[in-house]
């Protein structure tokens, strides 16, 4: 069974920190690029950071330079290391994994960012 779980969300003043997990089974991970979408209340679903099977690494303008994306091939996983964060970041992050035809999502985990 094809499972993405994230976790590492929570609450976090601006200009704190968090790192997000997703910890990845039923797949062979190191075959998919994966990358973490958002979406805040309101808003479109919009993609944070992506990684290649190489490692290439993509980001959203809105994160570029706060934010980094690692994958860890042997322990299926993939992270988003999130700095300097502000009010606008808050939203549920979600995992991806995705292969030619095929796409995988995990359930998401809430990040609120308040003073």
């Known amino acids: 069974q094809v499972r993405l779980v994230e976790s590492g969300g929570g609450l976090v003043q601006p200009g704190g920190s968090l790192r997000l997990s997703c910890g990845a089974s039923?797949?062979?991970?190191?075959?998919?690029?994966m990358s973490w979408y958002r979406q805040a209340p309101g808003k479109e679903r919009e993609l944070v950071a992506g990684?290649?099977?190489?490692?290439?690494?993509n980001y959203a303008d809105a994160v570029e330079g706060r934010f980094t994306i690692s994958r860890d091939n042997p322990k299926n996983t993939v992270y988003l290391q999130m700095n300097s964060l502000k009010p606008e970041d808050t939203a549920i992050y979600y995992c991806?994994?995705?292969?030619?035809?095929?796409?995988?999502w995990g359930q998401g985990t809430q990040v609120t960012v308040s003073s």
């Open positions: 991806n994994a995705r292969e030619y035809a095929e796409n995988y």
């Open positions: 039923g797949f062979t991970f190191s075959r998919f690029g």
């Open positions: 990684i290649s099977r190489t490692r290439a690494t």
